[in-house]
C-alpha cells in the first residue's frame, strides 16, 4: 500500500470529505426487447489522494460508471457529488469548468489521439477547448507536460503514428494532465499494451499520483495490477457493487465468490511488481 498524497486534516470528530461519490447511481437503455440496467444502485466514494480500483469482466458496467462520474453521460438516477456538490447537467457552464478538474486516459492509446494532429497541437487542444489564454508560457508549459510523462522536447514536432503504444499512452497521460486536475479516471490504461511496457506505465502513473497528489478511479479486469496500484477495491458483477473494501483484505480474504473468480482468473504478473520505480 502506497502512501497517499493530498489529504487534508479533516476537523476533530468530521469525517473527510470524498472528492468524488457516486449515490445510487443507476442506468438503464432501452432495448427492443425491453429496458436493460447495466448499472444498478452503484454507490461508492474516492478520498483526496487515493486511488480506488473498479473492477470486474468486461460488460459488468465499470466504464458506463466512470463515463457517468465524468457527466459524459446522464444516470437514469442516482447523484455524483464532486467536493460535496451535486454535479450540474452536462451542458452547464458550471460542469464545463468542473471538466478541468477531472479528466480520463482511455484504454486504446492509438484511437485517443488525432493522427493529422502534431503532439504540440495535441496537448495544447485542452488550452484552446478551455479557452486558457496562450500566453508566452504555454511552449514551456507542453515541454514542461512532456518531462513529466518520460518524454523529451523532440516529440514535439512529431505525429502519433511515430510514436509506440507505450509512447502514445504516456501522450495521453500528458494530455490529461495538462490543466492540472485533480481526478484522473484510467480507464483500462495499460490492457493493450505488452506487460512490460504497461508495467512502465503503471509506474509513471505513481510516481506521478506522488508529486501531483493526484486522485484516481482506476478500471480494470486484472486484479494483480488493482492490488499493486489501488489503496481500495471495489468489485463489479452485472452492473452491481458485490463488493468493496481495503485492497489488501480484498485480495487476500475476498467474501464474494465472484471476487474469488477474478483473482483466480488472473495470475501474478511479476514484471510489474519487479519494474517498480522508487
Given at each position: 500500500?502506497?502512501?497517499?498524497?493530498?489529504?487534508?486534516?479533516?476537523?476533530?470528530?468530521?469525517?473527510?470529505?470524498?472528492?468524488?461519490?457516486?449515490?445510487?447511481?443507476?442506468?438503464?437503455?432501452?432495448?427492443?426487447?425491453?429496458?436493460?440496467?447495466?448499472?444498478?444502485?452503484?454507490?461508492?466514494?474516492?478520498?483526496?489522494?487515493?486511488?480506488?480500483?473498479?473492477?470486474?469482466?468486461?460488460?459488468?458496467?465499470?466504464?458506463?460508471?466512470?463515463?457517468?462520474?465524468?457527466?459524459l453521460i446522464e444516470p437514469t438516477a442516482g447523484v455524483v457529488l464532486f467536493e460535496g456538490q451535486p454535479l450540474p447537467?452536462?451542458?452547464?457552464?458550471?460542469?464545463?469548468?468542473?471538466?478541468?478538474?477531472?479528466?480520463?486516459?482511455?484504454?486504446?492509446?492509438?484511437?485517443?489521439?488525432?493522427?493529422?494532429?502534431?503532439?504540440?497541437?495535441?496537448?495544447?487542444?485542452?488550452?484552446?477547448?478551455?479557452?486558457?489564454?496562450?500566453?508566452?508560457?504555454?511552449?514551456?508549459?507542453?515541454?514542461?507536460?512532456?518531462?513529466?510523462?518520460?518524454?523529451?522536447?523532440?516529440?514535439?514536432?512529431?505525429?502519433?503514428?511515430?510514436?509506440?503504444?507505450?509512447?502514445?499512452?504516456?501522450?495521453?497521460?500528458?494530455?490529461?494532465?495538462?490543466?492540472?486536475?485533480?481526478?484522473?479516471?484510467?480507464?483500462?490504461?495499460?490492457?493493450?499494451?505488452?506487460?512490460?511496457?504497461?508495467?512502465?506505465?503503471?509506474?509513471?502513473?505513481?510516481?506521478?499520483?506522488?508529486?501531483?497528489?493526484?486522485?484516481?478511479?482506476?478500471?480494470?479486469?486484472?486484479?494483480?495490477?488493482?492490488?499493486?496500484?489501488?489503496?481500495?477495491?471495489?468489485?463489479?458483477?452485472?452492473?452491481?457493487?458485490?463488493?468493496?473494501?481495503?485492497?489488501?483484505?480484498?485480495?487476500?480474504?475476498?467474501?464474494?465468490?465472484?471476487?474469488?473468480?477474478?483473482?483466480?482468473?488472473?495470475?501474478?504478473?511479476?514484471?510489474?511488481?519487479?519494474?517498480?520505480?522508487?
Amino acid at each position: 500500500m502506497h502512501e497517499r498524497i493530498g489529504d487534508s486534516a479533516p476537523l476533530a470528530g468530521a469525517a473527510p470529505l470524498p472528492l468524488i461519490e457516486a449515490r445510487g447511481l443507476i442506468k438503464e437503455y432501452a432495448r427492443h426487447n425491453g429496458v436493460t440496467r447495466v448499472a444498478d444502485d452503484v454507490s461508492f466514494a474516492i478520498q483526496p489522494g487515493e486511488t480506488l480500483g473498479l473492477v470486474g469482466e468486461s460488460g459488468c458496467g465499470k466504464t458506463t460508471v466512470a463515463r457517468i462520474l465524468l457527466r459524459l453521460i446522464e444516470p437514469t438516477a442516482g447523484v455524483v457529488l464532486f467536493e460535496g456538490q451535486p454535479l450540474p447537467p452536462a451542458s452547464s457552464a458550471a460542469m464545463r469548468a468542473l471538466r478541468r478538474r477531472m479528466q480520463i486516459v482511455f484504454q486504446d492509446p492509438y484511437a485517443a489521439l488525432n493522427p493529422r494532429m502534431t503532439v504540440s497541437q495535441i496537448l495544447a487542444e485542452p488550452f484552446r477547448i478551455h479557452r486558457e489564454p496562450h500566453a508566452e508560457g504555454l511552449s514551456e508549459r507542453l515541454r514542461e507536460l512532456l518531462r513529466s510523462v518520460g518524454l523529451d522536447d523532440s516529440a514535439l514536432s512529431r505525429y502519433p503514428h511515430e510514436f509506440s503504444g507505450g509512447q502514445r499512452q504516456r501522450i495521453n497521460i500528458a494530455r490529461a494532465l495538462a490543466l492540472r486536475p485533480r481526478l484522473l479516471v484510467l480507464d483500462e490504461p495499460v490492457s493493450s499494451l505488452d506487460v512490460s511496457v504497461g508495467a512502465q506505465v503503471i509506474n509513471l502513473l505513481r510516481d506521478l499520483q506522488r508529486t501531483l497528489g493526484l486522485t484516481y478511479l482506476f478500471i480494470s479486469h486484472s486484479m494483480p495490477l488493482v492490488r499493486y496500484l489501488c489503496d481500495r477495491v471495489a468489485v463489479m458483477q452485472r452492473g452491481r457493487l458485490v463488493e468493496l473494501g481495503d485492497c489488501t483484505q480484498v485480495c487476500d480474504a475476498p467474501r464474494n465468490p465472484y471476487t474469488r473468480q477474478l483473482i483466480a482468473a488472473t495470475p501474478e504478473l511479476p514484471s510489474a511488481a519487479d519494474s517498480r520505480t522508487r
